[in-house]
């Protein structure tokens, strides 16, 4: 990952915080991008504690003018852009025991729309803008974070839609992307993660982004024999799920 310049955006906080710090000590030089300005700016301080060659962009991923100032600022600093981790998104964090959001017949259409434009719109803008610059340098990685849910979790449909249909992205797009070796893949955390907003009783309970370990440095160099498909972390190594 040395000198590579990866995007991970919801980089303030949880998964997106830690996947940018794995990256920085890896050698990478890493562009936080998120809507929260204050907590963003923070983990760019603790990245330039490291020495870390970063940036931190504000960025809403829902607004396409937004993305591509993003992606542009992030061209024009570093001359290239080597991977992007897609993990911005709007979750439901059942196994925190938090309140659960409604069910279908109670879900406004604004809050359906929120979950849908963030997580799979996101995905789609950040991507987008993303490949140009990957199919001109014919290389590329683009990892998109994917977990899933079951019907008995009443409230979650938006979320399991959302990523349900990153899961279908991912596919296309790595067809799409596979003659300028661009390698697209869907990653899947293996279980419900606890970040630093858990409530205490969850963060006993269930295991932190560390769990990860280097899992988002391997994706975000993974090789072409991988596009398309979702995979996990498992001793040290990605492997395909089904």
Not at 12 to 31: D, F, N, P, S, W
Not at 64 to 72: N, Y
Request: aromatic share 6%; glycine share 8%; net charge neutral.
């Amino acid at each position: 990952m040395q000198g590579r310049v990866v995007i991970v955006t919801g980089a303030a906080k949880g998964i997106g915080r830690h996947a940018a710090h794995t990256l920085v000590r890896a050698g990478a030089r890493v562009v936080l991008a998120d809507t929260d300005v204050e907590r963003m700016r923070k983990t760019f301080r603790e990245l330039q504690a490291l020495k870390a060659e970063a940036l931190a962009i504000p960025t809403d991923v829902r607004d396409e003018k937004d993305v591509r100032r993003m992606v542009h600022e992030v061209a024009d600093r570093f001359g290239q852009i080597d991977a992007l981790i897609n993990n911005a998104g709007v979750v439901p964090h059942f196994n925190w025991g938090i309140p659960r959001w409604p069910r279908v017949r109670h879900l406004s259409k604004d809050f359906w729309d929120s979950v849908i434009q963030t997580n799979l719109g996101g995905t789609f803008l950040c991507t987008k803008y993303v490949v140009p610059f990957m199919e001109e340098q014919r290389s590329g990685n683009i990892v998109n974070l994917w977990g899933g849910g079951r019907p008995e979790n009443h409230g979650a449909s938006p979320y399991v839609v959302s990523k349900d249909a990153i899961r279908t992205f991912t596919r296309f797009v790595a067809e799409e992307e596979r003659e300028w070796n661009v390698c697209v893949v869907a990653f899947s955390p293996r279980q419900a993660i606890a970040t630093e907003d858990a409530p205490e009783e969850a963060r006993k309970r269930l295991p932190g982004p560390e769990s990860l370990g280097n899992a988002l440095v391997l994706a975000a160099q993974a090789g072409m024999e991988l596009t398309g498909n979702t995979v996990e972390h498992r001793d040290g190594k990605l492997l395909v799920v089904d």
